[in-house]
């Protein structure tokens, strides 16, 4: 039995235990079954959630407002009007169990919401997020509090208003890093620059926040007790809880990870007993006078971030609780929202704080981001994501209300207007900030621009250790000199799990690195061993990333763009094995896309087929390469020659390009592109004349029919096979072709050679150029000529000049 199905046996199980109840709580008529009822709440308030956030979601919008709205929509303000419904779906009676569902619900969720933060990452934010962090929190704070204090002197108000006005004004003014680490990942820009600097700056922030709330409580309920030294004892009983969690539980938790080993799941017997840990936090938590989920949030704190315990404890409750559990605890939160109870006057003064906090936020945040040199555009968006109040902000005003800090009008008002800034924020910084656009380069970054006898940078990703000798292998094939040495950046890619801040990591030898880190040890090893071999020629430079898919590739052109790379290699999202099977992963190709759309270089996509590096010397154990290019021409074509050039260089290397010429008999116009083809191809020419591993050839062809049967001759001649990935000015040669292109991102002739139906055996590594330089396309303007295009049958050469 897995730990899903543990899940939802305990679930049955609660609500076997409600349904058998119901003559306890309920009454002894039949008609009072709390065991459908409530699976009728669930599922309820479950699938318009989720119908709420189909919508909302292309604006960008959080969960929490489809949740929030669902949950007014179904309280007394709205559908609870109808007597029907609220006697029959929403019954009083019924909310006892339904609160039971909601709060058990709450627990496991913060539970997550404190497995997701890495408290590592505090030791290692900047002094410009420690700045923004705690601006954001004490300058809206004070503001806030100097209106609150000028509204009481001159606006006459309601009595519970005015003893609540000044809380209101500091409970505005909280943040929290769960709220705005959804955001991000939510408008995908987790992994932007913008993203990185909210998630290190909300941590702070929402240590200001936590630690004031926490103070404010224990102070109430000192209080409300009525003993002198109840404080005290309650601060100390807080400092045991923690210190038993970090230095008992915790110890626990990474011996059971010890016993778990890599690459294998968490044992049931293990989740069981981080559910018991939960539970019994949370009655520790009770019985010492806090709030119940105050011990599940440390003690989620406490696990180890990532994989395997913590990424084993989100996938497997992170839907169940956020899809099932949580659309109750909103549903069960609106009940207690009545717009017909909210007077004018109280929403006018509550709603006014209200704006003045988010604005106070936005200038708390704004002014230090201008002062460390920000864009004024970059600074209002940074404002607008750490303005933004979720969740965790309801559960606090909530336990204020509880305990009198507060009036319930007042916590109604507060809670709508949670939502509205929320879903207004979304929208606007969809709409403000890009970050593709901080890829484009201001150069041209491709190897056919680079300078002769310079370094060559380049780029690999890597998704498995699989990749890693195919990677190689074309490394060494680059032709790596001490004249022309490589710079090699190898960034392995993971799919964030168990956390919500992405990583970037920097593996540099003799420096430990995060726990996370184990995962690319192989990989490493394996081109540290290839940097030793071949000392003065190759620089590698390891790095990994462990991201969402959605914004991977935002980590890949970040870093090809800080690095200068002239060309970022990603592997195919389709792998074959020995046997010649098939194996594919659709967020792997997502990402690929995605780079190809936005990297401010040129980038290759490499096919492997275990061709490349397969043919070596039983004599010197040297390994000789057999590489073909397919020349239609256009710039990705140039691209692919200029690096096949750089091969040829390579003494183990034959280059055979193969030119496809269009036969025509009358003169037609040709613009500048294609002049710049024939002077690559004069110059490659002029530069191998000499050199015998390296065959130019010209095939002349009429139609698409005569592309394939040209390719498929010479396909299974090589052990790579070069080709361009865009032929826009050749789509009437290639029209039969643009019918069956499969993988766009490979290109008509690249789809061609990877295609399961084709009988082509070997590498194929599809290049495009860099798409941007300076804003504009690359492509110079098509100003054309006429030229004599005409073939001569007994010709030989193709005509290079005008």
Not at 482 to 511: N, W
Request: proline residues 4%; contains cysteine.
């Amino acid at each position: 039995m897995d730990e899903t199905t543990m899940i939802n046996k305990t679930t049955i199980c609660m609500v076997q235990m409600a349904t058998r109840s119901r003559g306890i709580f309920f009454g002894d008529n039949p008609l009072d079954f709390a065991g459908p009822i409530l699976l009728v709440q669930l599922i309820l308030s479950a699938l318009l959630t989720a119908l709420v956030q189909h919508f909302l979601t292309p604006l960008g919008e959080t969960a929490f407002v489809s949740q929030t709205i669902v949950g007014v929509a179904l309280g007394p303000s709205v559908l609870g009007k109808i007597r029907w419904f609220r006697d029959q779906i929403f019954p009083p009676k019924s909310f006892y169990v339904s609160e039971t569902f909601a709060y058990f619900g709450l627990m496991i969720f913060l539970f997550l919401v404190g497995v997701k933060m890495d408290i590592s990452a505090l030791r290692q934010s900047g002094r410009r997020a420690v700045v923004i962090g705690v601006c954001n929190f004490f300058i809206p704070l004070a503001l806030n509090e100097g209106l609150a204090f000028l509204l009481l002197h001159a606006v006459p108000m309601d009595p519970l208003l005015h003893h609540s006005l000044a809380w209101i004004a500091s409970f505005q003014c909280l943040s929290s890093f769960h709220v705005i680490a959804c955001l991000l990942a939510d408008l995908k820009l987790l992994n932007s620059e913008l993203g990185r600097l909210a998630v290190s700056s909300s941590m702070i922030s929402g240590l200001c926040s936590w630690s004031w709330a926490l103070i404010l409580f224990m102070g109430r309920q000192n209080i409300m007790s009525g003993k002198r030294h109840m404080l005290i004892l309650m601060s100390l009983l807080v400092a045991v809880m923690i210190a038993f969690i970090v230095y008992v539980l915790r110890p626990l938790m990474f011996w059971m990870i010890q016993q778990t080993g890599e690459d294998k799941a968490v044992k049931e017997s293990y989740i069981f007993i981080i559910f018991i840990m939960v539970l019994g936090c949370s009655l520790f938590g009770e019985i010492i006078g806090q709030h119940f989920l105050l011990g599940p949030i440390i003690l989620g704190l406490a696990v180890p971030e990532g994989p395997p315990l913590g990424s084993a404890l989100v996938s497997k409750l992170d839907s169940y609780v956020s899809s099932i559990l949580l659309p109750i605890y909103f549903v069960i939160s609106g009940s207690t929202i009545d717009f017909s109870m909210i007077r004018l006057r109280t929403f006018g003064i509550v709603e006014l704080l209200a704006v003045f906090g988010f604005l106070w936020k936005v200038m708390g945040t704004m002014l230090p981001s201008l002062y460390c040199d920000m864009s004024v555009k970059d600074s209002v968006s940074l404002a607008l994501i750490m303005s933004v109040q979720g969740i965790i902000e309801v559960l606090i005003i909530g336990r204020a209300a509880e305990l009198e800090y507060i009036d319930r009008e007042s916590y109604s008002i507060m809670v709508i207007s949670l939502v509205i800034f929320n879903a207004a924020t979304a929208p606007i910084v969809k709409v403000l900030y890009n970050p593709s656009k901080k890829y484009i380069a201001r150069k041209r970054m491709t190897i056919q621009h680079a300078k002769a006898g310079a370094e060559l940078r380049l780029l690999a990703c890597i998704y498995h250790e699989d990749q890693t000798p195919s990677i190689i292998n074309l490394l060494e094939a680059s032709n790596p000199t001490a004249k022309s040495p490589i710079f090699f950046y190898v960034i392995h890619l993971i799919e964030l799990s168990g956390r919500s801040a992405p990583l970037l990591m920097a593996h540099q030898l003799g420096k430990r690195t995060p726990l996370n880190s184990h995962h690319s040890d192989h990989i490493n090893n394996a081109f540290r061993l290839y940097e030793q071999h071949n000392q003065g020629t190759v620089m590698v430079n390891p790095f990994t990333a462990i991201s969402p898919f959605a914004t991977m590739h935002d980590e890949v052109c970040a870093l090809a763009l800080d690095r200068k790379v002239c060309m970022v290699i990603l592997p195919f999202h389709k792998c074959w094995t020995i046997e010649g099977t098939e194996g594919s992963a659709n967020a792997i190709r997502t990402v690929n896309c995605n780079i190809l759309r936005t990297a401010p270089c040129s980038v290759g996509v490499l096919v492997d087929r275990g061709t490349l590096g397969a043919n070596a010397h039983k004599t010197t154990s040297k390994t000789s390469y057999s590489i073909g290019v397919i020349f239609l021409g256009g710039q990705d074509d140039r691209e692919a020659l200029a690096y096949a050039n750089r091969m040829s260089k390579h003494p183990n290397v034959a280059l055979t390009v193969v030119r496809l010429i269009e036969y025509s008999n009358t003169k037609y116009k040709t613009n500048e592109d294609m002049e710049h083809d024939f002077e690559l191809i004069n110059e490659f020419r002029f530069t191998n004349s000499r050199n015998k591993s390296c065959v130019y050839k010209e095939e002349v062809v009429n139609d698409s029919v005569g592309v394939v049967s040209v390719i498929r001759t010479i396909e299974n001649s090589f052990d790579l096979i070069l080709v361009g990935r865009r032929h826009n000015s050749f789509s009437q040669l290639l029209r039969g072709l643009m019918e069956w292109n499969e993988f766009s991102e490979l290109g008509f002739i690249g789809d061609m050679l990877s295609s399961s139906d084709s009988n082509c055996k070997v590498s194929v590594l599809v290049v495009q150029q860099q798409a941007f330089a300076g804003g504009d396309m690359v492509m110079d303007s098509p100003k054309s000529t006429v030229l004599d295009m005409s073939w001569d049958n007994n010709a030989k050469v193709w005509p290079a000049s005008h």
